[in-house]
């Protein structure tokens, strides 16, 4: 190893290699869940110096965890204990190297923050629409290698149906220059997306051309009380039919998530009266708010019409609409101010969704009373947070240690059936593989593995997570 | 090979193989470039059909050519002249499985002709967007193996983007269940667009899950008139600014294009006069045609101002929007009764084709004085057919045989050199497959072989094609 290490130093010099001292920044994830210690941590500042470290690495097989802002919740970006796997930080490398504003794109190193990124594109007068809690602190890389979703996927698609192009270095430390600008090109095998959501696995990326969009002219929210789930897929339809693509948000929240915000943070002003579930509704609009507000009326008046909507709040400004959403990312706090719960990243058709929260609920209600579903998320997507609280009264640790298991098996199994996912938009890394394994459709997972030792056949990219 | 076809013959009966006979509607395609002899034709009625074919063709090391509506442009389809290779036909796989308007989804058989699933989708009220030349030939399971584009890509995509998921029999007869309705699932490696673009090299698609989108309510086109290409870039710009995802059709024509138009057909009136560059534009409204046309009205004012445009006319019917839409259809069948000319289906960042028309139509004009450039296509998304013809009074074939390879080479050269695609749309096949593997980044062919050997070891899809 020491051999290894000395011919690491010499190729990227002190700022490039970190070797004992407090590593633990990088050696655990930030909510603590998967400490580990690295045998180094390697900080190029070029593609040609991520180059050499994983020739290195592939010379004296030494295992590789490539880490962006390490925002991740499912252990992706940090080493095991073994002490054994060297860190590959790409933070150094954080360039935006190009905005094209007559081609609507943007090419920058993988270790930019989305911030940052989102901010070169404004300066241009255009948007970069990918946007997500982590924001402040999460990179690109990051972002392309989980293939991140985040508050804007309904309109814009996940990271993945971002990207133009890439630029990655491969297991033995070959650079493939795949950045591109096109919109079109049928020259071959899709490797873009097969680096995209493959979580380090298969190489590590160090650059992508990313594609932009024009600003909206205003955006506006509204909210919207449905009696039920299929009223609020119904509402759903039509509000694609009648907004088209200015439709960029329609999140729901049920009663019980409500609820538990007006008990945890009652200085939080709810407009609309306890409802079985709440719609909020942007509109990015191209002409102005006013259309945008105008659409709103005729769409509401429509669903209120039609059964599907009881009661409805059009904000009339800024500071109402950010009220609006605030109220939705307010639960997830809630939920923590709570204390422990069962968390579940999962994703349905939409058709599927009303039929699966019906089953899961009755099923909660008869096995394990009082326990509380906090059930809220991206309808638009099919993407829901379908999470478990203990009753009133019963302490949540002990909840969960009697019965987390079996309620995922639960609801994973009734995700299955239906066809759904077990991982939206977190990936899988070290936290669901076990789960991956059993679940996935059995020749997917052969094929899975025929890439990986085809592009990685020493076994040496992030080992242990996704497969 | 007898005992194979007894094999095939006993699993797949009388109408599922095709022995003897004229069997040239599956060896040729239809310009009749690529003429071949088939060993026989696979035509199995289901999937387990297919995964019985392969399987037997894994045994017998038979190699598969998978063939769809037989529409292709780049020889992918049909078998070489060995007499030694299958040719698998889906076209008795095509039946639309499922249609779920609240999911907005399509699933259909890789068979599925395209017009037949756009009738399937506008039947539940919502539209699916893959519109293209051959739509009524040309089958889902084709459309997906080429990554097809067309005339809605600007707004909707590509088949890649409209794909949520697969079903795939592997080249070794195992059944991948990948059919999904999901917008978001990060469980894995991206299998769905590793084999979609992959020309039936890596294994058979058999079924698909499809986006689905709303009907808008009214279409409405205008015709614009600009000094350059630099200007018709700026109307683009301005254009997705003022009409957001309205924009679904932006198409570039030059000065000769329409004069050959002009000549050709002469009964096709020109609404505006002859300028360097005409741009089609087209709106697709989620509210109405007078909508759309106030939108245009506002755009075409604010390009006029800024000296983008010089004149512009906006469809006031349905039948003066075809007539529109039909100038631009009309280049094409204008090139082929003038007689052979050398095609090119490239692709530019936006912001380089300027540069590269500029450049080039020089050059042309110093090397070749009157050789007519017929300059058009899908500004939007960066793709042009640049096409070269003939000088007045000298034989197309003459010509073609004395420079179109040597005009292929500086085409190319120059498309190269500003991060361009060679094949833009029609994939590579037979036809591009040498040009490939002298232009492609090596890393990128390397990778592509790696992963073809993981997932084809015995090389029997569809082989002597993309690689």
Known sequence: MSAFLDALHARLGDAGLLVGGDLSAYERDWRKRYPGQALAVARPASTDEVAAVLKLCHEHRVAVVPQGGNTGLVGGSTPD??????????????????????????????GCVLAEAQAAAAAAG??????LAAEGSCTLGG???????????????NARELCLGL???????????????????????????????????????????????????????????????????????LARERAGDALTGFEVMNRASLALVARELPQLPQPLGAAAWTVLLELSDAESAEH????FEGLLEAAVERGSVEDAAIAQNLQQAQAFWHLREAIPLAQAQAGLNIKHDIALPVSAIPGFVAEMDAALATW???AEVIDFGHLGDGNLHYNVQAPPGVAPAEFLAAHEAAINERVYDAVQRRGGSISAEHGIGRLKREELARRKDTVALGLMQAIKKALDPQGLMNPGRVL
């Open 368 to 370: 394990l009373p009082g």
């Open 292 to 295: 945008a507000r105008a659409v």
């Open 167 to 237: 630029e990655v270095v491969t297991a033995s430390g070959e650079v493939w220059q795949g950045l591109s600008g096109l919109r079109k090109d049928n020259t071959g095998y899709d490797l873009r997306d097969l680096f995209i959501g493959s979580e380090g696995t298969l190489g590590v990326i160090t650059a992508a051309t990313m594609k932009l969009y024009p600003q909206p002219k205003d955006r506006v929210t509204a909210l919207a009380a449905c009696g039920s789930l299929e009223a609020a897929v119904a509402l759903l339809g």
């Open 143 to 157: 972002n392309l290698a989980t293939n991140a979703g985040g508050t804007q996927v309904l309109r814009y698609g």
């Open 126 to 131: 255009l948007l970069f629409p990918l946007s």
């Open 81 to 110: 204990d073994s002490g054994r796997q060297l860190v590959l930080s790409l933070s150094r490398m954080k360039r935006v190297r190009a905005v094209d504003a007559a081609n609507a794109s943007l090419t920058a190193e993988a």
